[in-house]
């Protein structure tokens, strides 16, 4: 049987690996294909046989891992990026309660998995549905979430899209965290604990 917390911090790394995305694109426009596509991915992975499945296997989290372990040890933080976390997480709070919203995002999931299925997660027509999907839903929750960045970037449309992709896997993680048993909490009482089942993954 799989820890809880080390699933946890699996869906926590999930989440933070689109953060780091989306603050890595609206800075500089550039992404990587294969984080990205980690990303969405996991968007249409409901019925996933365990957390790691989600994501395709633990290690394509690496990079989430690096960056909520540095969170967890009080290293060099990106502010924006803790602060884009928190608002993630209370984004998941009113996305769970709006039971229409809810119904709808997984309605154009279905709709669209067959053509993420064909040409890939990360292709620009399936990012652009994605981006509007969140645009007519998850976007009308208030407050929403914030993304600061280059203003020459966040003005191109490619750009906003693949943002908006992003946050919808961004929050599919919180979700799946919260579903796992995750609370604010775990950042206070079980900090130590979720530092060693990532270093247990890094190792």
Known sequence: MSNPIDDRVLALAGMVQALTLVRRIADTGQSESRPVQVCLDSVFRIDAADTAAVYGGADALRDGLRHLRDYLANGNKDEALGRLALAVLQLERRFVRADAIISKVQAGLRQLSGEA?????????????LARLYAETISTLRPRVMVQGNPHYLGQAGVVAEIRALLLAALRSAVLWRQLGGSLWDFVLRRREMAAAIDARLA
């Open 117 to 129: 299925q064909a040409q890939g997660s990360a292709h620009p027509d399936v990012i652009a549905a």
